[in-house]
């Protein structure tokens, strides 16, 4: 979870303490909601395309943690006009919103009949501006007059508060006449900075204030006509937006640019297309131009930042497709790495960012999120995804760049994240501002014993010792690249004791599988959990009990018919719908998936990919959100949804294409420039996949896979340089 959250379950009185950051929610939408995103700036509107006009979402244009627009809201002659549809771009570029008009009076007397008036709504972000659109036609026989109205305002509200933190006391707000077509609006924060934003309307409305504008118009019978609104931050690059037609092309030209060079995915399954059309489009939106590189934001609307743990894990997860994402990932974790110990910050030397903020209440400490260190899984998975990046590329100069904060991240697994020195990596928060359980499932009530006691003092989680693992190895083969023979013995030394260390403390005979954590005083917690597939993604498990955990994981107390649960119904604190102890989370499933092709259990992994298929084919707009309930599947009905669940969400959205690098085996060996396809399967619903632009240094291919019963035949279609394709079967 990317996440200052804690439990999205709502926890008891009790828990509240322990919950500072949990995100309420007190009553269903009234409409539902539409997220634009382009670098740091994303916008929340409504079905209707409003911003503040119905309750229940986190409606705003924000900009770094801070809300620049809180309401704009059109009506026509002080009247709410009528929805006949929105639909998002399928490469997210822009929303479009079909309104009509309703019956209109005056008077008591009928003056514009409903369904004669066509509105378009069209909105785009861009470079921190948000550009709309509003498009009129008359359909009617005569001419139609009314008032079309736009009502506004800000607040300048940090992401926090509008999650719903109280804060004692807030900067000053104020609004200004900046000319005949320009509001301004300005905050001066408790931090002595100045915000600002600023409304654009082209034409000039007939009447405007400081919170509407007026607009009369007049149409004959088939005549059009348009009004353009930009809302700017202070933080646009230019104070004077582009036209808006020159705008939306310079972003669609700029989105093309970007994903340049990615591979791109066909199959014969129209519905799967969809769904991989989707994610690579919500991906796109999610990834932010940084110093660094490109960077994913974690997801939309409370995690549009940077995130250690899940920038890593998408990067893992689109290593095949496009390994440039995981080198900027990479390169900005380094430049923010710890380099001081700061407890309010959760930070020691080496440790690697958990999350980023830039609002008010961060600057302030009202939240420690400004620069918060409290995972402690993002700098094992650092370590991982290094080493991952240099064995897909062959780039040694990034290595050699990155290799001063591997050997950091190295020195805190080694020493302060073992601070008892047992062997294992552990968690304790410095703090009570912190956050207090600090793996990927860190609701408060995510890690506990067989009983449902909550587990205290400082804690091991299985999968943490599982990515140490993975990472000291990748690490050793690191230091053979750079000619450090005796750093690479040393570290392959330490992951197989790791090994052997972990399955004596954590294998439990009685659940038949591995204990979520160790608690403070070493007592394994019995509970199955998801977090035993994930072991299978890293390689620490034993064959003859990886066999067990793969097994266990898709019999029905795990698997639902859609995914596989977080936790096993039968645990103690298994509830379907709560945040981390009993939902399904689709990046769980994808990196469970990896597991189960390492360890050659393709059977398993095509009924988990179907499983996920399905689900995405309900849902809407064929994406997956964050989570979703973990109810037991049933004939002719989707799955459940979780009610505040982050949708896009970037580790998400990377899922399907995870399910197909698992399912296909691909390797990557740059310094043969081969590629390979280990014990390749197709799953029942896809009988061809065309993979286009599959890139291997400055060599790339073309190919067709074809599903045969359970083989597959492969086909190159083209190549471009000296590379090999194979296929290995049965290691």
Known sequence: MPSEALSQAAPSREAAAESPFYIPMTAPAARPRCALKHNDTFMVVDSHGDIGAAAGGPDGLFHADTRYLARLELKLDDMQPLLLGSNLRDDNSALTVDLTNPDIYRGGRLVLAKDLLHILRTMFLWQGTAYQRIGLENHGESTACFDLVLEFGNDFADLFEVRGNQRPRRGACSSRMLSAHEIGFDYRGLDGVVRSSVLHFDPAPARLTVHRAR?????APGQSTSVFIAATSDQAPVQRPMPFFRSLLAHRREMRRDTAGTTSIETSNNIFNEIVCRSMADLTMLMTATPQGRYPYAGIPW???????????TALQLLWIDPRIARGVLRRLAAHQAVAVDPLNDAEPGKILHEMRGGEMAALREVPFAHYYGSVDATPLFVL????????????ATLRELWPAIEAALRWIDGPGDADGDGFVEYQRATEQGLANQGWKDSYD??????GRLAEGSIALAEVQGYVFAGKQLAARCARRLGLPGKAEALQRQAAQLAERFEEAFWCDDIGSYALALDGAKQPCRVRSSNAGQLLFTGIVRADRAQQVAADLMRPHFFSGWGIRTIARGEARYNPMSYHNGSIWPHDNALIALGLARYGHKHLLDQLFK???????????RRLPELFCG??????RGPTLYPVACAPQAWASATPLTLLEAALGIEFDPGRDEIRFVNPRLPSFLNE???????????????????????????VLRTEGQIRISIVLAR
């Open 631 to 636: 109810f037991a599947r049933e004939r002719r």
């Open 611 to 621: 499983g996920l298929f399905e689900a995405a084919s309900y849902l809407e707009a």
């Open 303 to 313: 995690y549009s930042t940077t995130f250690g743990r899940d920038g890593l894990i």
């Open 385 to 396: 995804l290094a080493g991952l990046y240099v064995e897909r590329t062959g780039d040694d």
């Open 689 to 715: 996949v065309v993979l286009r632009d599959l890139r291997l240094g400055k060599c790339s291919a073309d190919l067709r896979v074809r599903r045969h019963n359970d083989d597959v035949a492969l086909e």
């Open 215 to 219: 607009y009369h118009i007049e149409l």
């Open 446 to 451: 995510a890690v506990f014993h067989a009983d």
